[in-house]
């Protein structure tokens, strides 16, 4: 993936953001283009254009009530629950419409996304994960404890639940509950996990777990998180997005923004200079 | 937490700054001692090591506790590492005017080495391109920067010509052999002062662009052949 970096990216023009670069690319997972977001008449993302990478992590920056989160939502649809939201603008997972071509069942199995809290269903470890496999029309046990060992494992938690799989998820803590949200939403099989500060509510061991599972997890997903952890996004993520009172500032590869920043607004920002 | 932070950072850069004074003032004092052939003055600069490094093991520490604490991004990375490393590229360039020093209270009554016209042409071209260096960082002015690295092959030239001359000298026993080699080894070590600035030179220029140090050099190189 890495040699592809930059050629949609125009990393050499990053400071304008043209969108009219937001062209196909084979890698490319997402293509945002000129995407706006209302909230009634609040503007609350503008002409966000930009193209995120297959099997890499993007990660999403900014200030409060900068965009980031909306930005993330819509990515698979969860702002169609508010109706006070007007999108404009088009967003393409591998290159099909995810508002007019894509049924909204389907995407949200195909993105799946971890929130800031924990919210594990009030279930035992192993309904939790069934429980997308069974929505899916997955019933026979067999195939079920199949998904369920696979699911555990890859979010690097089979060990500490194998023994206690039909115990409430909820006696778990917050790290270990944290993961296994990553691995019901792995068990129904997405392409894109987005993750929206997933670690703020965890300790240090906790976040240093979860960011060894996302590094694990890009082999074969695509990762999109928010942060508000500017060393984590660092850490973490191949390519990150500045986002400020709506505007896409800077996208660019992770180790270009925080060494190198092209725009002043990213540099004040990520160097807390900001306001 | 940023107001704190900006006053670690300058507090940081002008202990840098006056180590570079304190590296400057003794190479001018090296230079100085070779011109008047005056031990004393090499001595003081012998005098000025063990402070130097004491400047070197304060400064480093600092950034790493800046590292450790503030974990900088960005201009403010740039500005810490390129000091980290030019702390080094300072303690070696005062190891050289020691040098200079030494040879120079060694043979100061066999020889003049202030009389040797290459050794004085290159001891000034190096002092001024060290200073040069220093106050490109102090007022971060890329193009003076630009100006001592492009330097480089002049002193390059400079060191090639006076090793003909000493290599002749001896031949023609204008030096005596021992005398001789030690004029060579001067000029050996003003040649590394001369590699020393630049180093410095294209760290600042890092520090202010980003461009990789082997890639300012590197151009420098190419565009003197």
Known sequence: ?275 | MRKHFDEELLQVKSEFITMASVVDKSLLQAITALEKNDPVLARDVIELEPKILDFERLIERRCMLILLYQQPVASDLRMVSAIMKMISELRHLSNQATEISELIITNHTKIHFGEVEELVEMGQKVRRMTYDAIHAFSVSDERLARQVVSQDDEVDNLFTNAKKMIVKGIKTDAFKPGTGVDALMISKHMEKIGDYSVAMAAWTIYMITNEPVETILASSTNSNV
């Open chain 1, 1 to 275: 993936m890495r040699e592809y970096i930059g050629d949609v990216m125009g990393e050499s023009n990053v400071h304008s953001l043209d969108t009219s670069t937001a062209v196909h690319s084979i890698q490319d997972k997402f293509i945002v283009d000129k995407l706006d977001l209302y909230y009634g008449t609040f503007k609350a993302l503008k002409e966000i254009s930009m193209n995120i990478k297959e099997s890499e992590v993007t990660a999403l920056i900014g200030p409060s009530g900068c965009g980031k989160s909306t930005f993330l939502k819509t990515l698979n649809r969860m702002n169609d629950l508010d109706s006070t939201v007007r999108i404009e603008g088009s967003v393409l997972l591998d290159n099909k419409n995810i508002f007019t071509e894509i049924d909204v069942i389907n995407l949200r199995q195909w993105v799946g996304m971890v929130f800031q809290q924990p919210n594990p269903f009030p279930k035992s470890i192993y309904d939790n994960i069934a429980y997308g496999p069974r929505v899916q029309g997955i019933t026979k046990k067999a195939e079920l404890d199949i998904i369920v060992e696979r699911s555990l494992r890859q979010a690097a938690i089979w060990d500490e639940a194998k023994d206690r799989l039909h115990k409430s998820a909820l006696g778990m803590s917050g790290g270990q509950q944290q993961r296994l949200c990553i691995a019901r939403t792995l068990a129904t099989k997405p392409d894109v996990i987005l993750m929206d500060e997933p670690t703020s509510a965890l300790d240090p061991i906790s976040t240093l777990k979860i960011e060894e599972l996302v590094l694990e997890l890009k082999k074969d997903y695509t990762i999109v998180i928010v942060t508000h952890n500017m060393q984590q996004a660092s850490r973490i993520s191949d390519k990150t997005a500045f986002f400020l009172l709506g505007d896409l500032i800077e996208y660019n590869t992770t180790e270009e923004i925080f060494t190198n920043p092209k725009n002043p607004k990213t540099e004040e920002y990520i160097t807390g200079r900001f306001g």
